[in-house]
């Protein structure tokens, strides 16, 4: 059977560089892909010259029209990240920062198979094609990276078969900035607008990361008061939500209903 486009349904005749060309340029240097192909499943590593990862599971007209208008608009706020020692995203920049960075993992999330997508067919819909909605219980936050080991793109599915709370978390770092995006399907069906939060590791969490989504009033200053230290850093960052013992499970905490966009 053929695949189909993950956003639009229409036949995957597109091969979609999942890290853009104009984000690989800058780093031309040995790094490190790692992914989960599955529930319960050992994360698999593989070495790469440069942070290429091309997968066909979207078609032609998504890949040169919405995709490529929303990496033109992506590519200025990130390009600011990197180059600026300081600098403020507004509420436009997080919001096409979180854009950008939903759908690489949505693209991400297409190695595991479309039976194991935590995102579903209508918020794939919802995102694409300039509706530009981000799908709900999903959380992004940007990180400082110090003596960065070079890119770095890894995907862990946080839920067991066993577990009627899913979660996946997806951790991007390349140069001094790392992305990180938590969505969380709930056993239950929640209000869109209910906060709710993933039991996390103990950690000085809002010194190390900024929240971009779900958006705050105030604009995001840029850096973090705290950085990442390497790989060890960027390993804990990624491994925040996992839980520390094997045999625990992660948890939601509801909480009240709030304001988010």
């Not at 992305?179 to 607008?193: G, N």
Request: aromatic share 6%; hydrophobic share 40%; glycine share 6%.
């Amino acid at each position: 059977m053929a695949r189909t486009c993950i956003f639009c349904g229409q036949t995957a005749n597109s091969v979609e560089d999942a890290w853009p060309l104009w984000l690989t340029q800058r780093f031309i240097a040995p790094g490190a892909m790692e992914a989960q192909p599955g529930i319960d499943a050992p994360l698999k590593t593989w070495r790469v010259n440069r942070p290429e990862l091309r997968l066909k599971w979207v078609c032609t007209t998504c890949n040169n029209g919405w995709m490529s208008q929303l990496e033109t608009r992506a590519e200025p706020v990130i390009t600011r990240l990197l180059n600026c020692t300081t600098c403020t995203l507004d509420v436009h920049d997080c919001k096409t920062l979180t854009l950008w960075a939903v759908k690489t993992a949505m693209v991400l999330e297409a190695i595991n198979g479309p039976e194991r997508c935590l995102y579903s067919d209508l918020e794939r819909c919802l995102l694409s094609h300039k509706r530009d909605q981000v799908p709900p219980f999903t959380f992004v936050w940007i990180a400082k990276w110090i003596d960065s080991a070079g890119p770095s793109s890894i995907s862990r599915i946080l839920s067991r078969a066993t577990t009627p709370d899913r979660a996946t978390v997806t951790t991007l770092a390349f140069g001094c900035l790392a992305i990180q995006v938590l969505k969380v399907v709930p056993r239950a069906t929640l209000d869109p607008a209910m906060n709710i939060t993933m039991e996390q590791r103990e950690g000085p969490w809002e010194q190390v990361a900024l929240q971009v989504w779900p958006q705050r009033r105030d604009p995001v200053s840029w850096p973090t008061l705290m950085g990442l230290q390497g790989e060890g850093g960027l390993d804990v960052l990624e491994k925040r939500f996992s839980p520390a013992d094997a045999e625990n499970e992660p948890a939601l905490v509801s909480g009240d209903p709030g304001d988010a966009s």
